[in-house]
Each structure stands twice: as structure tokens, then as C-alpha cells.
């Protein structure tokens, strides 16, 4: 299947949303599929700038997406917050229709550039409400605790998000980058309705206790990482030599051996996208969308095609022989090394 055309985004909210999953007992629904808006704030993506970041977001609500996952981090004055304003035109009240917003607070950046962890009660206050201005609107769909903060307890972060719920700035509260007993802590004090950690076809630690324990407490899982950095979109050369000071060369999955299995299981990942007249990002993320548990995939873009791509990952099953062909490219892989472990 080609790569989708450059072409100018459709008309914004014209497209019928495909699926609805629903984000745990806040009444929320959301797509199988979210924009992951971190690209779109040029921290750490190269070739980023507004007038793609804005079509990027344009086209995701056009594809059928109807969830932007950003987070006050995400640029150093909020570019992702402000762009997701700008491309929606929120600020002049609008109708959002079916949209849902997602962001996050607790990590900001210092003086020296540097990212910083603050979740004490009254800065996530305050971040909320710099979030909601910077994003033209009264409320959220839903308020994560972006990390744990290791110098706050939990428990005092987790009922500063409840306030927010309670004043009605968040619709509902998640927790992202938590272990199983930190997120069992935070839930004691201010009722989950997401959870929000890293899950592909090679790193499915949470498979263990988190997703059993999300499914027993009605608790949504979105997901970030579906392509590892793009390891599993299949597009990387065949000998998977990356630019000097690609951030991605510190990860274990693009080095050595483990590079060399990835590419082999990618070559067969390629066979069955073929049988499926799909890319290789929309195999791996209608896959990932439909492990137990998960309620959505995180998808990042800096390119409208980008994100027009993943999100043609929804609409359509895999059958039951591309199922089993997966399950045994799986096997043959073996565990992947990885640089962040949830259990």
C-alpha cells in the first residue's frame, strides 16, 4: 500500500468517527486510535514547524480521530497546547462536537532548559490552568498525573487532580508513567478513568498485572510507543544505521543484536501488511488496538500523511490467519530488550 498523498486536510469534524471506546466510568468515548501531540512541539523531533503541526492536528480530526493526547511539557512555552488551540480555533468558542482533549502536568522545564519534575499540589493547580488557557477551553476530557514525582508522595498529587475533577477543570483524572502500586495508591485517592504507559508488539510488560488490574477497575489504557519511535512502522533502511545523535540510538531495541532480530521480524511483519493491503504502521497499530485492555494507541505526527496513515489502522479486523501469522513472528522474535519496564 503507498504512502498517502500530501494532500491538504479535509475540512475539519466531516469525517464519521469509527469507533468509540469508552475511557473507563467518566462517560468519556474516545477512538481506538489518539493523536499524540509531543512531535508537534519540536522538542525533540527534527523538521517540525507550525503550518505542518497545524494540518498534522487538522487532519487527525478529519481521519476519524477524536482524542489529542498534549501535556504541559510538551515545548518549553507550550507550543503543543497552543497549536492544538490554534488548529481547532477553540479560543473562539467553537463547537467542539465529539472532540476529546487529554493533557498532563507535573514536568515543566527549568531555567536551564532542562525537564524538571514538580507535582506538589499547587503546581499541578496552577499547570492545569495555564493548560486550559493556552488551550482556549473551560475543561478538560482528562487531567493525567504526567510522572510520579519522587520527592511528593502520590496520594497528595493524586487528590490536587481530584480537586481539578471536582471544579469541574477535568472532566476526569489519569495517571501516566506509574507502577502497579503507584497507580493502586493514586486510584485510593482520586478514582482512575485512564492509566498511560509505553506497550508495542516487542515491549508488553503490562500485560502481567496493570492491564488485569485497569480491566477489574474499569480503568481505560492508552498507550504510547505503538511504533517504538518508529522501529515498527517499517520504514526504517534495511541496514538500520540511524544519523549521528539520533535520540533513538540509545534505545536497546535499535542496537546490535537486537536491532538485527527487529529487522527480521520486521521483514515478516512486511509479508503480512502485504496479505493485508495495509502499511506496516497501520498492521502493528490495529494489532495493538485490539490486545485486551487497551482502549487506545497513541500515535505521534509531525506530517498530516503521517497521522492520516496510523489512523487508517482503524475500520477493519485482521483475520484469523493474519492473527496467527503475527503470533508466530512474535514467538520467533523472543523478548525484546527495552529501556522502560512497567509491570
Excluded at 510520579?148 to 476526569?172: F, M, N, Q, T, Y
Excluded at 477489574?216 to 512502522?233: C, D, Q, S, T
Excluded at 505526527?301 to 501469522?325: N, V
Amino acid at each position: 500500500m503507498n504512502k498517502p498523498t500530501e494532500a491538504a486536510p479535509s475540512e475539519l469534524m466531516k469525517v464519521d468517527t469509527p469507533e468509540l471506546r469508552p475511557l473507563g466510568g467518566s462517560g468519556v468515548e474516545i477512538t481506538p486510535v489518539s493523536l499524540g501531540c509531543w512531535p508537534i512541539a519540536g522538542v525533540s523531533t527534527l523538521g517540525v514547524n507550525d503550518k505542518d503541526s497545524l494540518a498534522t492536528v487538522q487532519q487527525a480530526l478529519a481521519s476519524g480521530i477524536n482524542h489529542l493526547d498534549t501535556a504541559y511539557c510538551y515545548g518549553a512555552a507550550g507550543e503543543s497546547e497552543n497549536l492544538i488551540r490554534k488548529a481547532l480555533n477553540l479560543s473562539s468558542g467553537s463547537d467542539r462536537g465529539n472532540l476529546t482533549i487529554a493533557t498532563k502536568g507535573g514536568i515543566h522545564y527549568d531555567a536551564s532548559g532542562s525537564q524538571a519534575q514538580d507535582a506538589r499540589p499547587k503546581t499541578l493547580l496552577s499547570e492545569c490552568d495555564e493548560s486550559l488557557q493556552r488551550l482556549g477551553v473551560d475543561q478538560v476530557e482528562l487531567y493525567y498525573l504526567h510522572s510520579p514525582d519522587p520527592e511528593v508522595p502520590i496520594e497528595e498529587s493524586a487528590g490536587a487532580i481530584a480537586e481539578l475533577v471536582e471544579s469541574g477543570k477535568s472532566r476526569s483524572a489519569g495517571a501516566s508513567n506509574c507502577t502497579l502500586d503507584e497507580l493502586q495508591a493514586f486510584h485510593a485517592v482520586c478514582p482512575l478513568s485512564a492509566v498511560q504507559l509505553p506497550y508495542n508488539m516487542l515491549q508488553r510488560d503490562i500485560e502481567k498485572k496493570t492491564l488485569p488490574w485497569c480491566q477489574e477497575n474499569n480503568i481505560a489504557v492508552a498507550v504510547y510507543w505503538p511504533l517504538m519511535k518508529g522501529l515498527l512502522a517499517g520504514k526504517l533502511p534495511e541496514d538500520g544505521q540511524l544519523s549521528e545523535g539520533d535520540s533513538r540510538l540509545k534505545y536497546p531495541m535499535y542496537q546490535g543484536e537486537e536491532l538485527e532480530k527487529n529487522q527480521a521480524f520486521l521483514r515478516q511483519l512486511r509479508e503480512i501488511a502485504e496479505d493485508a493491503d495495509k502499511t506496516v504502521a497501520q498492521l502493528v497499530v490495529n494489532w495493538t488496538m485490539r490486545q485486551a485492555g487497551i482502549t487506545t494507541v497513541l500515535c505521534g505526527a509531525k506530517r498530516a500523511w503521517q497521522i492520516e496513515e496510523t489512523a487508517g489502522a482503524m475500520g477493519w479486523s485482521l483475520t484469523e490467519k493474519q492473527e496467527s501469522d503475527i503470533a508466530e513472528a512474535l514467538e520467533a522474535r523472543g523478548l525484546a530488550e527495552a529501556k522502560r519496564r512497567f509491570e
